[in-house]
Each structure stands twice: as C-alpha cells, then as structure tokens.
C-alpha cells in the first residue's frame, strides 16, 4: 500500500459517480479529438502539397478553359522538367447520383508522371493506356462504387451529357497523405473526341512539375508572361499556394473550431471539478483522521491530487479509446469517402492523442487544487467534527 | 510509576472563537496524569471531554496554559512538530473507529508506518504482530464493512499501538458498541496498560467502562471534581 494505490482506491470508491464522471469527460474529449482532428486533416492538405508543381487556369475563372496548343508552350518553359492537363468532367454515378466524386479527363501520356504519388502497378498503367475507354479509380472510390479491375462502369455525364463507358483499369492507392483516394480519371481523348469540331481541343488546366520548388514563384510568373500578349491569359501559381489560398477561405471556422475546443475544455474542467470536490467534502473527515495520526497537510494535498490525476487518467484512457472508433472507423471513413477533396486522410494525430491525455491529466490535477488546498487548511479537530 | 506525571496541563484555558462569539470550554484546569495509569474521564455532554483530550492528543493548542505531554511543551510547538509528536507518542482510539473503507484491516493498521523510514517488508510485520496483539490476525484481509463495530474498534486500537506510542488516547471507544464487544475492547485496553505499559487516558460514559479504569475522574463545566 502506498499514497498512489490509496488514491486510486479512493477514485474507484463511489463507483456510480466515477463511471458518470468518465462517461461525460469521455464524451468531452471524443469532441475535442474530433475537433483538433478536423483541423489537422485540414492541414495535412496543404502540409503534403507538392512543392515542385505549378498549375496554370485561365486568368478569369477556373471554369473556363486554355487552348490545348498551352501545353506545348509551358512544356517550354525554363525549369519546367514535365506538363500534364487534365478537364473537369463533373459525371456521376446514376445508381447514386448524390455521393460526388472527382472525376477528370487527363492526359494518359503524362499524368501519372507528374501526379507520381499515385500509385498504380506498371502493369495496369500500360493496360490503361492501351484502352481507349480505360478509366483509373482511387482505392476509396472502387471501394464505395463497388468496382474491382476489369468490371464496366458507366457514368452519367452532367457537364458533358449522356452516358460514358469506361473500362476499369486499374485502382491506384497514395503515398502522400494529401492525395484525394476517391477520384477517377479517364483518358482526354475520348472525351476530346466526342465532341462537336467547335468544342474540341481546349483543356481545363494544366499542371508542371519543376527542377527547383524554391524558384516556384519565379516559372509561374514566367508561364503568365508567355500568355500575355494572347487573347487567353493564365493564372499560375504552386500546388501549396493553391491549397494555401483556398484554406485562407475556411479560417474563420477554423478558429471557431478553436474555441469551441477551448469550451470544451472548460466543460471538462467543471466535470472534473464537481467530482473532485464532492469527493473531498465526503471524506473531510478521513483527512482529519489521517492528520491525527501524523500526515502532514502536504500529504492531505498529495492524496488529492493523486486521485485526481487517477481519474484524468481513466478518463483520458476512455476518452481516447472511444475517439478511434468513432473519429477513424465512423466518421472518418466517410469523410475520406465522402468529402476526399477536403479530408483525403481523416486520422487522429498521435500529437492529439498525447495532447488529450495530457489535458485530461493536467486538468484534474488543476481542478483539484482549490479542494485540495482548501482540505489540508482545516485544523485537525474541524476536519474530525465532520464526523458522524 | 515514575514521580514525574507524563501529562501534565497547568493554568489551561480553551476558549473557542466562532466569528464574534467566544466560548470559553475551559479555564485554569490542572491535570496530571501519571506514567502507566488507566485514567477514565467522565463528565456531562459538553463539559470538555474531547476538549481536553484533543490537547493531550497534541491535536489542538490551549488558548492560555502549559501542555507537557511525555516531557514536550505542546503549547509552544508548531503544526508541523505537533504531527511529528502525535505520529511518535500518540494513540488515537476513536468512538466511530475511523478505520478507511478502502484499506484492509492491515492496511489500515499500517497506515501510520507510512510516515516513517521502515520498508514494505517491515511494515506489513509490525501491522500483522499488531493485529495479534489485538486478536486480529486472521482477519488482516477483511475491508472494515466485512468486520463487526467491535472488530473494527479493536482493528482501530491496533492502528493506535503500531507505532508504541507511550500514551493511547481514547474518546468514547465503546460508545458505539454493544455490551460484549465493549467488554472485549475494554479488557484489551486493561491488557495494554498492563502488559504493554501503555498509559491511557479515556473518556466514557459508561459506568462500567470505568470500573475497568484504575483512576475515574469527573469533569463539569470545564472544571475537574
Ligand atoms: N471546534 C469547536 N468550535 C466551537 N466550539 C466547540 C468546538 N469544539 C468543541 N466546542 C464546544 O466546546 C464544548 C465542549 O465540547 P467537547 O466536545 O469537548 O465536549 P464533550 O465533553 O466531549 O461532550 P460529549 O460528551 O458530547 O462528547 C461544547 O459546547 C462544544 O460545542
Ligand atoms: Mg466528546
């Protein structure tokens, strides 16, 4: 026996009120992971971007399109070592017309070398390329499509009216966590080719992969400069500057998000609290007796403050056991699924697991110390008259 | 028995002070208590019993007075020194036994050794040697709910003698108790004073309690008779 085991007994005492007190903090801390998880999955996306692209839009809007000819003058440019393209298709699925998913008509030739963190067995790289009406899916798209290699998948087109076959060729999975597993690309041709002679040959945008990410900057604006003087003018700039400006919209909530985990926080200070205190109040007596036969105020503090910590313990251990199923397996499953542009790898942090134990701890012990404190300042005959 | 009293309060005064209000428990008391006695004490309802009790204890200071308690002047000691002299020199039996639910019986008992330098092997020995002398050694195990009043009280007495402490203090120890187990903890607190030299200064209000003391005195409004 020793003040951490008697500490421990002592939370475990009044078993009903623990188990709420758990519960609710429990409940409080799934919230806050979820939370600080919405913000680092948020990050992650532009944490990942890679460097050593720039895109290149049409200066007006990113709805409107280049003249294919672009490509070869960008593929031009100094410092630019490769250039794809690739156009909005906006098809769905017509056995599910509401779930959405990416899905653009690329260049077979160089997409998959300048998005080279998608990976996709050699072998079905060239099966794609050689078919025409082939068609590449994200893990998580064949998945939720129910598609596997070799199947048909007809899609409805919306931008493009009518219905598309596709072949499916292959199933790529990422090595970059900012990659959206939930996208399917088709070969640019098809779609080029089936479109009235007055349509054809435009593109959406195009993407460059550099020799030196710190001259970013620099080659976007060079390829603007090339356009300037043409009727169509372009807008470049770098995958993380992308990401950057399109997070820029979402910072307000953000910092909401920060201060309801600050809320949170506080709810769970006050849960902590209420238990800790009506603990101590219950047992003033036994600090009276423990203070007859010699303890020291200090050690009426330490038994306090060893429960507490005790119960931030159990608390955060349940908090963060009940986090993963709900915030990896429920939530973020479907996120990942469902909303892969924004949250293409929805995981708990182990920075957030650390940091919710460790509030949980730290907030235990800080809601202890009035009760503590205000315990080991009674005399020792007060603390025994709160007796029978 | 030595000449020199091992308690001895002269001139004590204890006045209470709740807000404005003071009330005076006692005033110029003067009690001795010889090395080696049994000494009950008894006296009405709020006379001063645990009062002066409590300041043998070293669980209190007089507002005025000396306490000299096995050759200490408690009434100059700080709180901390005041523990330092209760952990070393002080049993206390309580009326409601006081034992922690959450601790065996020899867990409990080695409660008090936690303050002091022993290592866990020693400890648990001198609980266990004092659950025999107690006549509790087989139920070392048992959780205070799983014992009956008179087990726990003799379980509490055991925790009050682990340390060998010079003086036991008891208020009321069978206050809570039916006639047999009172009996029982009565003859053990005999056997104590008797066998062990335990000096024992008891409040009761039980007669027979009493008669098991060498001494009885009579405390009212304060003053002995
Ligand atoms: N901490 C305190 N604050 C204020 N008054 C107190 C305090 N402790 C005791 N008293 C008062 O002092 C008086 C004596 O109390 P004490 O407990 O010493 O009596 P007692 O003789 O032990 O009585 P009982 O037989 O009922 O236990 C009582 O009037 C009581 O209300
Ligand atoms: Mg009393």
Known sequence: MNVVSLAARNVLRNRTRTILTVLGVAVAIVAFVLLRTVVTAWNVAVDYAAKDRVATRHKVSFVMTLPKRYIDTIRGVRGVRAATWANWFGARDPRNPDSFFANFAVDHRSYLDVFDEMQVPPADVAAWKADRRGAIVGDVLARSLGVRKGDRLTLEGTIFPGNWEFNIRGIYTATRRSVDRSQLIFHWDYLNESLPESRRDQIGWTVARIDDPSRAAEISRAIDRTFDSQDVQTLSMSERQLNNSFMAMFDTLLDALDIISIIILAILLLLLGNTIAMGVRERTNEYGVLRALGFLPRHVVTFIVGEAVVLGLIAGVAGIGLSYPVVEYGLGRFLEENMGGFFPYFRIEPTTTVAAMGLAVFLGVVASLVPAFRASRLTVTDALRRLD | ?225
């Not at chain 2, 025999?132 to 009050?160: D, F, K, T």
């Open chain 2, 1 to 225: 028995m030595s000449a020199e009293p091992i308690v001895k309060l002269s001139a004590v005064n204890k006045t209470y002070f709740r807000g404005s209000e003071s009330i005076p428990v006692l005033d110029g008391l003067d009690f001795e208590v010889p090395d080696g006695a049994f000494q009950a004490l008894m006296g009405p309802s709020g006379s001063g019993k645990s009062t002066l009790l409590h300041l043998i204890a070293g669980l209190d200071r007089p507002t005025k007075g000396s306490v000299q308690v096995a050759g200490k002047e408690l009434s100059k000691m700080s709180d901390a020194e005041l523990a330092a002299f209760r952990a070393n020199h002080i049993g206390f039996i309580f009326q409601s036994y006081n034992l922690l639910p959450v601790l065996t019986a020899q867990e409990n008992v080695e409660l008090p050794l936690l303050l002091t330098k022993l290592g866990r092997g020693e400890r648990k020995t001198r609980a266990q040697t004092a659950l025999r002398v107690v006549g509790l050694e087989e139920r070392m195990g048992h959780y205070p709910r799983q014992l009956s009043g008179g087990q726990e009280q003799r379980v509490a007495i055991a925790r009050a003698i682990v340390n060998d402490p010079q003086i036991l203090v008891a208020d009321e120890p069978t206050g809570d108790l039916d006639r047999k187990s009172a009996d029982d903890v009565l003859e053990l607190l005999g056997r104590l004073n008797t066998e062990l030299k335990k000096t024992i200064v008891m409040v009761t209000h039980d007669p027979a309690a009493a008669e098991r003391a060498t001494v009885t005195r009579h405390l009212n409004k304060g003053a002995l008779q």
